[in-house]
């Protein structure tokens, strides 16, 4: 069976309720598990089936590149997303280079979104 859960990792929590309502919204199917730290969303990547993370960059402690570094060498299957409000062409390369599938900046578009979760998901809607 594939994995079925959504995992969302974001220091602030109005954001990270925000983000849980949003993407609840717009993927059926998935249960959405939240964490406040990077080293909660390596302990849950662990212990969890998880399809998808979905992390901050900037977040006290293990940071958004070092999480998906984490992730991806223990479950390299895993997706990550890192969403961020200071992107820049660097830190894209450097997530790119440690294992991120996709990069989105702050503000963004709601069918921008929507359409990386469904491509990394693979499900419809394209």
């Known amino acids: 069976m594939p ?10 929590s109005d954001v990270l309720s ?3 309502g949003l993407i609840r ?5 998935y249960d959405i598990i939240t964490v406040g730290s990077g080293a909660e969303a ?5 212990n969890e089936s998880v399809a998808l993370v979905l992390t901050d960059y900037h977040m006290p402690g293990v940071n958004g590149l070092d999480l998906a570094r984490g992730i991806k060498v223990r ?4 997706k990550v997303m890192m969403i961020t409000a200071y992107p820049s062409a660097d830190l894209e390369q450097r ?12 503000p963004f578009a709601l069918e921008r979104l929507t ?3 469904w491509r990394l998901l693979n499900i419809g809607g394209q």
């Open 42 to 46: 390596l302990a849950c990547v662990e």
């Open 75 to 78: 479950r390299p299957d895993v």
């Open 25 to 29: 919204e717009l993927i059926d199917g």
């Open 95 to 106: 997530a790119r280079a440690v294992g991120v599938d996709e990069f989105l900046s702050k």
């Open 115 to 117: 359409s990386l979760l």
């Open 3 to 12: 994995p079925s859960k959504i995992l969302i990792v974001e220091d602030e």
């Open 18 to 20: 925000i983000m849980r």
